[in-house]
């Protein structure tokens, strides 16, 4: 347990370092990252992570993962506390870490530290709505690649870090774009920014949750066996 708990906040803490960070470097330095350099650096380092702590913890990383994974049937409720307590250690430090090294900035711990917020002229529902599709499309991918073929496994990876590099892409504008918890978390608690965190702990939970019941509704993909006696069947003919 303690490999699992330590690969977890490991592997949290690198993404809110970079992810948060990208953010936090992004604007003390007059725009030099970009957005879409920020969504490629949360899409990287989720991508990264997941081929380096995969085989070892699972590597979620985010405690909607965790809790839908327990709805699921796929992880231990046993294990659903401690992953979720190293996390929030790992997210929280990563924060602390960009706020020592960023002390003489303290515009950007007033900004958050790279945290999420509504837009500005948006609403905190807007946000509700846009993290709640956006975890559910993440989730229902994180099960997809996570069921099936040893292929489709390899590819677990790239496929998650591309879907979170765009959606980060083209909504974090609007709600920062979190579909993370904890990544939302760190950065709230350390910079004192609390405003609206209610949005990113719950939208982005009962997305992924969601998305579980969907996926066990819509069923196993379909092998060429199923595909062959589809094929087979008479159809009606139209009058």
Not at 77 to 98: E, M, N, R
Request: aromatic share 8%; glycine share 10%.
């Amino acid at each position: 347990m303690k490999q699992l708990c330590l690969a977890e906040a490991i592997g949290t803490y690198a993404l809110v370092f970079s992810g948060t960070g990208a953010i936090v470097i992004n604007t003390i330095s007059g725009g030099a990252i970009t957005h879409v350099g920020i969504a490629l650096t949360f899409g990287l380092i989720v991508m990264a992570m997941i081929y380096a702590f995969g085989d070892i913890s699972g590597c979620h990383i985010n405690p909607a993962v965790t809790i839908a994974m327990t709805v699921a049937g796929r992880f231990p409720l046993s294990k659903l506390v401690p992953y979720i307590a190293s996390q929030a250690v790992g997210a929280v430090l990563a924060s602390l870490t960009l706020r020592l090294l960023f002390r003489s900035h303290p515009e950007v711990i007033e900004a958050g530290l790279g945290g999420t917020f509504p837009f500005a002229e948006g609403s905190d529902l807007q946000s509700f709505v846009l993290e709640f599709i956006l975890t559910f499309l993440l989730m229902y991918v994180v099960l997809c690649v996570s069921t099936g073929a040893k292929e489709k496994g390899i590819m677990a990876g790239a496929a998650i870090g591309a879907v979170v590099a765009l959606e980060a892409m083209f909504a974090g504008p609007i709600c920062g774009a979190s579909m993370n918890p904890i990544r939302s978390f760190g950065p709230a608690v350390v910079s004192g920014r609390l405003d609206s965190l209610w949005v990113y702990l719950t939208a982005p939970t009962l997305g992924a949750i969601v998305a579980v019941f969907v996926f066990n509704f819509m069923g196993a993909a379909p092998t060429p066996e199923n595909l062959a006696e589809v094929g087979s069947k008479p159809t009606k003919k139209r009058s």
